[in-house]
């Protein structure tokens, strides 16, 4: 895979993270220019093209896996059929 030069990644100087009720997102100011939101992975997504700008606002928990949060944390909880705790 290709990897960018130096000059091509952005600075990120500040991240913001909203936990909201319903939903969560990241946003990213790089060194000079706007504030965007983070790509997330989107709900079902198969591959990294796939995206979206918030995930809900939920966490799963499962004894033998690290914590997932958003997306993957529902994917994961239907894939193990109800294990783990989600929150």
């Known amino acids: ?9 952005p600075i990120i100087a500040g991240l913001g993270i909203d ?8 946003a990213l100011a790089e060194d000079e220019g706007p504030v965007a939101l983070a790509d997330l992975p989107a709900p079902g ?5 796939t995206t979206a700008k918030t995930w809900r ?12 949060a958003g997306a993957p944390a529902i994917g994961r909880y239907v894939r ?8």
């Open 1 to 9: 895979p290709e990897t960018a030069s130096a000059a091509e990644v």
């Open 45 to 49: 997504a198969n591959d990294e093209a």
């Open 80 to 87: 193990n059929e109800g294990q783990g705790r989600l929150i």
């Open 57 to 68: 606002t939920v966490l799963h928990f499962d004894p033998d896996a690290p914590p997932l």
């Open 19 to 26: 936990f909201g009720t319903t939903n969560t997102a990241l």
